[in-house]
């Protein structure tokens, strides 16, 4: 059995990701990532840049290619650290069943 | 997406030589064109931003275009093969099918497309099949009820009598499984007659009538016969036997010895009509066949367990659109990176309406009587811009985002590399089938060797790497006044050791991790010839390739045995069937890049990037000049890429690997995160302090040393070196450190040597 996900012990790493999305992070948190990252149905999450350093949005890529990627038409983030954090919550939910009503940014 | 792309017909071109361009339109029937001086590819705002310098030539103008498309998957066609369908005839192969799943795949063939009539053998949901058309309108299909397994080995035989309409079809495993049942033999007699019009022996594809070769074959065939006669199985056993049945000589119409000849595109028939084979789109050769024991792992000395040759459909060689756009190159051109810059329209959110098609402009190929050239060389690693062509592990292998740290990124050309799979992969990816691209080509769109291309694994900011990323020394080389000339892989495997002569000082890209033979050893005699290398990159001289001798811009490589492999060559297929050399790491062939640049492979990691931290060396009196004007304990903490200096790839000195006693560690880097991870080829047993945050060898050294003849070494050690240059108005200690070293290295005095 691998590590699952516990909302109670694994909370702090909530908010360092919050803070820093993108950089190094302590082992507990990239724990939780490396969870949250590993998705054996073959599906992927991507970010989908629609203006270089400007837009971005979500897209859904299948595990067969000869299905099309789905793309979100909304949210449209201004920077990959605001897409992290959407993505690091919806899967927060998914596997803790609880949400996180915090914003990136304070 | 990406509306409109384009692939030009060499990467290097001289001075009053011609380039031509292949351009496709997604929409629309018109393009504009123009040659550009290519200066900074990279959009970041933090950065420079894009630089392209206009340069007016007789290619500026208004073209015509239209969507080109490509007929991809690997074939053999043999024309000399007599129409089969007036008497009996049997088929016989060692197949080892690698997707048998996948339906209405095609063995070998004489379809004629027009007509939809012929006959045709294949395997479909894994069964073996006789398709049988005739041109009388009537039709026939039988098939085994037995699916054959995944990446085993089969014996088949399909027999067709067109007198009296028997047919036989034989599949036998090679090794059985309790309760598979994957075996099966049907007889019977059909109805129709096959047409017997000309149509050109196929394997491993089957004509279409819009012109294509489609329904392709995915796996290995071995030994493929064609015998006058309807036989069964104990025939096949004959001729497999050792010495074959000569009773049964009569009887060969072709007998197709994949084992010869493996390093060319023929596929030698054996028998005594000499139906020799030409092979299209590089299906992989030097391939073990189904009766190899292990015993022998060089397909050159034992050849006769290498009869296999692995075919797939979504191999391509040469995409072969129509040239849109030739450009003569004026004989004044300064040698430098160049590009066709192409558009179509205004780009939006959605769509991508432009792109730069690049190129190099390399010196003239034969100098002029006191001609003088800069001596400065920058050497394009077309090598391994190549062998990262259209790099898609961001679609096919699962996972890629662990590896990354954050989010995979996809802008309108990856969207358009997952909806195009036509384009071919990259080395670093998987065919359909699971096992690995071992040939990459040039003769196609590539999508990531393009400035404006922003990376999966370019690291967090600017995400550049390979093309994109070296232009950032473009950028620097351009903002500097620096003269040079711009060689590349390609020319100097073609021109060795005379390419890099007249030159003092060489400057590698970012990435120079591909060589041929030919490439190391006119590296290795220039260096110890006096040349000073100034290596600007990380992960250098790593993999060995092959260039195919007949076939211009394609190379091959075997990930063998060691090192960073996405995937994995299978035993006994380490030897590079282009020229018959053991493949994989320059490291095992006794070879590291330490002995070539002093440093050699330590670490990756694609997230953020750290800094150096000044070593005690800097201070040495053979090197103080390096830090002249950098008084900083602390080097590179910011950058493009992953904003710092070090990172994405690192080096590091390592005596024992060959690297030369007298190299001088000037700086190391520090404070790398955990996702900085120590190579695989850097440990036996894995230990549990892989990443940086834990392993004090996860580092880069900056590196200095001299040569007995002269010449010097310098080594930045990190892929993320050159993403500094530009910082602060290029005023920065990695900068500064730079030209430091550049000034020096121009200067013809000799290094001291005691």
Redesign the interface.
Known sequence: MVYRIDPDKDRPYVEEFRRC?????S?GL?RV??VM???PS?H??????????A??VL?H?PPD?AD??VLEQAPVFTS?EA??WE?FCRRWRALTGESINQPLHD | MLKITGYPDRYSVAPGETIAFKISLEEGDRFDARIVRVVHGDCNPAGPGLKFRHVPSNADGSYLGRAQRIDAGSFMRADTVPPLGTTAFTFFAVIWPTLPARADQTLACQWNPRSNTGWRVGVDAGRLFLAVAGADGTAALVMTDAAMQRRQWYRILVALDPATGRYRIDQQPIRHYAHVVDSALLDGTLAVRPDTSAAPFVLAGCPSADGRMDRHFDGKIDGPMLLAGLHDRSVHDRLLGVPAADDLAGAIIARWDFARLPDTIIAVDIGPSRHHGTLVHLPARGMKGWNWTGEEHDFKRKPEHYGAIHFHHDDLYDAGWDTSVVFTVPVDLPSGPYALHVSAGPSDETATREDYIAFFVRPPRARKPGETRPPLALLAPTAAYMAYANHGEHITARGAELQMGRLLTFGHADLYLYAHPELGGSLYDTHADGSGVCYSSRLRPVLNFSPRYHSWLGGHGSALYQYNADTHLFDWLDHQGIAYDLITDEDLHEQGYDLLAPYRVVMTGTHPEYHSTSMWDAMKAWIDRGGRLMYMGGNGWYWRIAFHSELPGVIELRRAEDGIRTWIAEPGEYYQSFNGEYGGLWRRVGRPPNMMCGVGFIAQGFDISSYYRRAPDADNPRAAWIFAGVADQIIGDFGLIGGGAAGIELDCLSPDLGAPPNMLRLASSEGHSPMMILVNEEFGVVPPNLGGDLNPRVRADLAFGETPSGGALFATSSIAWCGSLSHNGYENNVSRITWNVLQRFLDPAPFPVR
Do not use: S, Y
């Open positions: 999305p993108i950089g190094a992070h082992p990239m990532l490396t990252r590993n998705d073959g992927q999450v991507i970010l989908v840049c629609r203006k270089p350093f837009e971005w897209g890529m290619r099309p990627i990959r897409a992290e993505v």
